[in-house]
């Protein structure tokens, strides 16, 4: 069974940094590319990085690039996002993603950034 | 503004046939694989339809996707109160970012 399990949110005050995994099992991890996707409190869903399968490819959103990095470490089957400089807005779930078809996706972990 | 265009709100009665769409360009939706997500409140994103119209195993077949050019629909026949809930559509774009709609609130009245 595909598993992604998010972790590292939590409160955190702006211009602070945070580091946030994702566990992957139930599947050859090293073989799918995988995205970070968030959601702020009654909004909808936001893309914000991509990363390939053997990193050779990472793209980032707007939003987060020159503060967001993404990397990954295939022979721990784990996927990480270091937020940096973090503004208030950032304040979301943040969910892994699983692509390939079908997609999965973790059940999200909250960040939230105020002072 | 989210790029994928989708009606803010749906409703439909009990056993109805709904239908959501999203409206999107050439260089997303007309050249990529559309996908639908269901999303219930305090839970992630569940994956409805992917590759267009195929359902993952566990959904059932009242809910159906189709596409035609640059748009797609999410068709939910038989509606139940238990499929209240938003509804998102995503696809890739040139770019390998992805996109998503910006969601749709169904009502079942």
């Known amino acids: 069974e595909v598993q992604l399990v998010e972790s590292g949110g939590g409160l955190v005050q702006p211009g602070g940094s945070l580091r946030l995994s994702c566990a992957a099992s139930g599947f050859t991890f090293s073989s799918y590319e995988m995205n970070w996707v968030r959601q702020a409190p009654g909004k909808g869903l936001e893309w914000l990085s991509y990363?390939?399968?053997?990193?050779?490819?990472?793209y980032y959103a707007g939003s987060v690039k020159g503060r967001f990095t993404t990397s990954r470490d295939n022979a721990k089957n784990s996927l990480y996002l270091q937020m940096n400089s973090l503004r208030v807005e950032d304040t979301a779930v943040y969910y892994c993603m699983r692509g390939g078809d079908p997609p999965y996706w973790g059940q999200g972990t909250l960040v939230t950034v105020s002072s | 503004q989210s790029v994928l265009t989708q009606p803010p709100s749906a409703s439909g009665t009990p056993g109805q046939t709904v239908t959501i769409s999203c409206s999107g360009s050439?260089?997303?939706?007309?050249?990529?694989?559309v996908y639908w997500y269901q999303q219930l409140p305090g839970t992630a994103p569940k994956l409805l339809i992917y590759?267009?119209?195929q359902r993952p195993s566990g959904v059932p077949d009242r809910f159906s996707g189709s596409k035609s050019g640059t748009s797609a629909s999410l068709a939910i026949s038989g509606l139940r109160s238990e499929d209240e809930a938003d509804y998102y559509c995503?696809?890739?774009?040139?770019?390998?970012?992805?996109?998503f709609g910006g969601g749709t609130q169904l009502t079942v009245l």
């Open positions: 990363i390939s399968s053997i990193v050779t490819d990472i």
């Open positions: 995503a696809t890739w774009d040139n770019s390998l970012s992805v996109l």
């Open positions: 590759r267009n119209n």
């Open positions: 050439t260089s997303n939706i007309g050249s990529n694989y």
